[in-house]
């Protein structure tokens, strides 16, 4: 099993035409389980996390949805390996970073668990666009199917039980991948991140805790998972969003008429720098993209550039440009090969064009 | 250069210097490297810092029995050790849940094939208000629907 599959087969996050939409990147709902009567990973013995490990393996791929799927052990990865997954959201940096963890992902990268990390199962669903109750519902779908078959840590009274009393309860995170160049451009942003933190939602950057805002793109997910249904959980963060998307369309809109021709300037201006750039940094080429989803956007671009795009700012990350390459680059081979499949990428991208939207 | 410290004890150079801080009140303390790793014995300063280390890393009030965890490591860690630790620390969690959750009762699913206990608390909180409301409404068709479905979670709980 490798990870050039994952690189190699196509899926809705980075090919399926139609499947991405303006603002909102994807959708991803992860629960976090526990098998009973063992410890859990970070205070469990190597033996323990072996067992736990090959028992939930054992159960996860006999699953329908994980037919096919890719089983990756992160003490068999290589460091690069580990790292294209971690870029992919499909494993955590914690996950990646320790010798006993291991993914289960569904053939076509909906789907992925992974097994020992804080807590002994994370099943995670991800689609591309905004689709909060067809994420949830598959994974409630998974989550019942695994707790059919393995004996799941629950008490009436806490819920879920889990090793971090942040996530215990429904064990239930729901986030949304936003992307906000217009609030960010208008300088509104500092303001509805606050907002967003003081009602109980966390705002972080595109690869989760502690990291930047690449490309204006950021994560919002719930905080609270004990005393809440998971329906009143997904309502909160569905109202949140719809309202983060109304007002990223007012800014937008509101930058695009005040600044005018500046404002097609400045998009016209990244597509030309992208497609003539022969060094491209991984913040730079991430800041321009953003432009180049604006615009797709805004009719700017033909809306059906968007997933090249999006193809674009995953596979423009460090570890994908040295997998695609087969081999480890320093900074500045990085740099061109990413520059070099940016350029390729949009060579027969049209002009940009005065918004429509 | 200024003179180097010199250990509490022996009088040789000292390398380890350690400050205690207690109501307010500042002690400091150097060893060379022979005396700490001895522990520094003879000094009365040296004890007093001793009892002073300790204090700071307590012996664990609660263990669990399960997996061993204590209170101590939980401090440290954040993490609890297994699920039984749940119970075992239960009490002593009741407040850091409130803080981080705001709520201290699961409302939400069950595992596969189990009661779902939290969501049936719930809803008979929340039709037990209908309820009151209902009354107070004089919408008795509503009234009667909402009194059989409280009678048959109360039942449904009871029988758990």
Redesign the interface.
């Known amino acids: 099993m490798s990870v050039q599959e994952i690189l190699a087969d196509e899926n809705e996050l980075t090919h399926l035409l139609g499947a991405q939409q303006a603002v909102v990147l994807s959708t991803r709902v992860r629960l976090a389980r526990n098998l009973e009567g063992f410890p859990f990973p970070g205070w469990a013995k190597p033996a323990h996390r072996k067992e736990i490990a090959e028992r939930c393996i054992e159960a996860l791929t006999q699953l329908p949805r994980f037919r096919k799927s890719h089983v990756f052990k992160m003490g068999d990865l290589p460091d690069l390996d580990r790292a294209v997954l971690v870029e992919r959201h499909l494993v955590s940096k914690e996950l990646a970073s320790g010798k006993s963890g291991a993914a289960v992902i569904s053939r076509d990268q909906t789907c992925s668990v992974m097994v020992n990390e804080e807590d002994h199962l994370r099943i995670q669903v991800v689609k591309a666009g905004w689709h909060l109750r067809g994420t949830w519902n598959i994974a409630e779908q998974l989550d019942d199917a695994i707790g059919a078959t393995l004996g799941i840590a629950f008490s009436d009274q806490l819920g879920f039980l889990t090793a971090c009393p942040t996530n215990v309860g429904t064990g239930l995170r729901a986030s949304a991948m936003v992307h906000l160049p217009g609030l960010c451009l208008a300088g509104h942003i500092e303001k509805v991140t606050r907002a967003l933190s003081q009602d109980g939602l966390a705002v972080r950057g595109w690869l989760g805790e502690g990291t930047e805002a690449a490309g204006n793109i950021f994560q919002i997910s719930n905080q609270q998972t004990l005393g809440l249904s998971e329906d009143a959980i997904l309502r909160h963060l569905g109202g949140w969003v719809k309202t983060l998307v109304d007002q990223e369309w007012n800014a937008r809109r509101k930058v695009a008429q005040e600044e005018g021709e500046r404002f097609v300037d400045r998009l016209s201006r990244s597509l030309g720098l992208l497609r003539h750039a022969r060094l491209l940094t991984s913040a730079e080429s991430m800041n321009m993209l953003s432009h180049l989803r604006l615009a797709c956007d805004m009719g700017c671009l033909p809306e059906e550039r968007r997933h090249v795009v999006d193809r674009l700012m995953i596979e423009g990350q460090p570890a994908h440009v040295q997998a695609r390459q087969g081999a480890e680059l320093d900074s500045d081979g990085r740099d061109r090969r990413r520059a070099t499949a940016v350029r390729e990428a949009l060579r027969d991208f049209p002009e940009v064009g005065s918004p429509t939207a | 250069m200024a003179n180097p410290l010199k250990c509490s004890v022996c009088d040789a150079v000292a390398t380890v210097h350690l400050t205690q801080i207690v109501q307010g009140k500042v002690t400091k303390v150097d060893f060379c490297e022979a005396c700490a790793a001895k522990g520094g014995a003879g000094d009365a300063a040296v004890f007093k810092l001793a009892d002073a280390v300790n204090a700071v890393t307590p012996a664990p009030a609660i263990t669990c029995p399960q997996?061993g965890?204590t209170d101590v490591?939980f401090r440290r860690?954040?993490?609890?050790?297994?699920?039984s630790c749940?119970?075992v620390f239960?009490v002593a969690?009741g407040g850091?849940?409130t803080k981080?959750?705001?709520?201290?009762?699961?409302?939400?699913?069950?595992?596969?094939?189990?009661v779902p206990?939290?969501?049936l608390r719930?809803r008979l909180l929340a039709a037990q208000v209908e309820l009151t409301a209902a009354i107070a409404a004089e919408d008795y068709e509503t009234a009667a629907k909402l009194r059989d479905e409280v009678a048959r979670i109360t039942t449904q709980l009871d029988t758990l």
């Open positions: 997996c965890f490591e860690r954040g993490r609890l050790g297994c699920p749940w119970q239960g969690l850091l849940l981080v959750q705001h709520e201290i009762q699961h409302v939400g699913r069950a595992p596969a094939g189990t206990v939290g969501q719930h």
